[in-house]
């Protein structure tokens, strides 16, 4: 579990390292036990002169565009800070990219999880890649995690902010 004061103490580094120039709002930073993930929010190019009114098409591939082209000028700049978080924080750092609504990640640990299911429950993966909805197993089991994320979005993070609470708490008490 990840307290408030760790997800701080990372996030108040990056607002300290990161380029001004990189951001037109803070980095959004989020940690788990084996990686940080950077998202960093640059101009939109609908606001240049000349796409407003623009198709979406057309503003769609501007963002990409955009995110392309800030990934490469970036690249080593992101790689020497990323090393150095890798350093102090002992966990691997992702980068992505936010412009206007295209919100793309470039590197992201696929860290793997074991996990023991009954029939019922495998014969639910099995349909989901017999139906071609998934390639694997693992690839459904995502498939129906990314789901539930979507679907129970608020009750997930109202757990994550109480579990974070007792951590908290946990954290200032007598030491064992």
């Known amino acids: 579990m990840i307290t408030n004061?760790?997800?701080?103490?990372?996030?108040?580094?990056?607002?300290?390292?990161?380029?001004?120039?990189w951001q037109t709002t803070p980095a959004d930073v989020t940690v788990d036990r084996e990686e940080i993930t950077v998202v960093l929010t640059i101009a939109d190019p609908q606001l240049d002169a000349g796409l407003e009114g623009s198709t979406?098409?057309?503003?769609?591939?501007?963002?990409?565009?955009?995110?392309?082209?800030?990934?490469?000028?970036?690249r080593e700049?992101?790689?020497?800070?990323?090393?150095?978080?890798?350093?102090r924080f002992e966990r691997k750092v992702s980068w992505g990219l936010a412009v206007g609504d295209h919100r793309e990640l470039w590197t992201h640990v696929a860290a793997p999880v074991m996990t023991r299911l009954r029939q019922p429950q495998r014969r639910v993966l099995d349909t989901l890649v017999d139906a071609?909805?998934?390639?694997?197993?693992?690839?459904?089991?995502?498939?129906?995690?990314?789901?539930?994320?979507?679907?129970?979005?608020?009750?997930?993070?109202?757990?994550?902010?109480?579990?974070?609470?007792?951590?908290?708490?946990?954290?200032?008490?007598?030491?064992?």
């Open 77 to 87: 700049k992101r790689m020497e800070i990323a090393r150095e978080a890798e350093h």
């Open 132 to 176: 071609g909805v998934a390639r694997s197993r693992a690839d459904a089991l995502a498939w129906c995690v990314r789901l539930v994320g979507q679907h129970e979005g608020d009750w997930l993070a109202e757990l994550r902010d109480a579990m974070t609470a007792v951590a908290d708490v946990r954290e200032k008490g007598p030491a064992a």
């Open 5 to 21: 004061k760790e997800q701080e103490r990372v996030t108040g580094w990056f607002a300290g390292r990161l380029p001004a120039e």
């Open 56 to 74: 979406d098409a057309a503003l769609a591939e501007a963002r990409a565009g955009r995110a392309s082209a800030f990934r490469e000028d970036t």
